[in-house]
């Protein structure tokens, strides 16, 4: 449903986090974040945005939503994506 999926730029973040996986896809005023934390710990996600990500619309993730307006915390093997635009 969404070309941002397939098209969009892909930009990678936090290359050296051992245990977050997160990248956006951007296409035409739309924006996906996908976080994932491949460990078994709770990972706090350091992005310098992620207060305004926190308060966007969650599309899909595997627990629900429980952050507060200030950060973003993933749960152990948690996936989330994020959209803002569009």
Partial sequence: ELAVIALGDFRM?????PRVYAFTR???GE???VL??????NAP???PDAAEWAVSE???GN???ADDAERITLRPWET???RRGA
Avoid: C, Q
């Fill in 45 to 47: 996600v350091s992005l």
């Fill in 26 to 28: 951007s296409l035409d």
């Fill in 31 to 33: 924006t996906l974040l």
């Fill in 63 to 65: 627990y629900p939503a």
């Fill in 13 to 17: 973040l936090l290359a050296d986090d």
């Fill in 80 to 82: 989330r994506v994020y």
């Fill in 36 to 41: 994932g934390n491949f460990s078994g710990e």
């Fill in 58 to 60: 969650l599309l899909i």
